[in-house]
Nanobody
Framework: QVQLVESGGGSVQAGGSLRLSCTFS???????LGWFPQAPGKEREGVAA???????TYADSVKGRFTISQDIAKNTLYLQMNSLKPEDTAMYYC??????????????????????WGQGTLVTVSS
């Protein structure tokens, strides 16, 4: 089974940047991949996803600040987070869904579509 391992979380001040990484144990070119933060007491939500064709989708809350990308040769998914806000504080999970799911747009940000999850990496943004 594919394993996902996140890294790159940490504590930053508002306005700062972090880059999260998610390394997959096997090739994931045909999968939907995404990042899902979960703040304490809140449901997990999708903020960025990338389709097998490379198309990215972002939640309105992060558009213009976050960028999702992947390095297929390294089996790694990234989330570049700029202009961080205290409300971005959360445990960030990466996830994968099989290519046959065939989602488009905001549907690709739905956590229930994903069946493989990492253990999460904590991001804390102070004001």
């Amino acid at each position: 089974q594919v394993q996902l391992v996140e890294s790159g979380g940490g504590s930053v001040q508002a306005g700062g940047s972090l880059r999260l990484s998610c390394t997959f144990s096997t090739y994931t070119n045909n999968n939907y991949l995404g990042w899902f933060p979960q703040a304490p007491g809140k449901e997990r939500e999708g903020v960025a996803a990338i389709n097998p064709d490379g198309t990215a989708t972002y939640a309105d809350s992060v558009k213009g600040r976050f960028t999702i990308s992947q390095d297929i040769a390294k089996n790694t998914l990234y989330l570049q987070m700029n202009s961080l806000k205290p409300e971005d504080t959360a445990m960030y999970y990466c996830a994968a869904a099989p290519g046959w799911k065939n989602c488009r747009g905001d549907a690709c940000l739905t956590p229930g579509m994903y069946n493989l999850w990492g253990q999460g990496t904590l991001v804390t943004v102070s004001s």
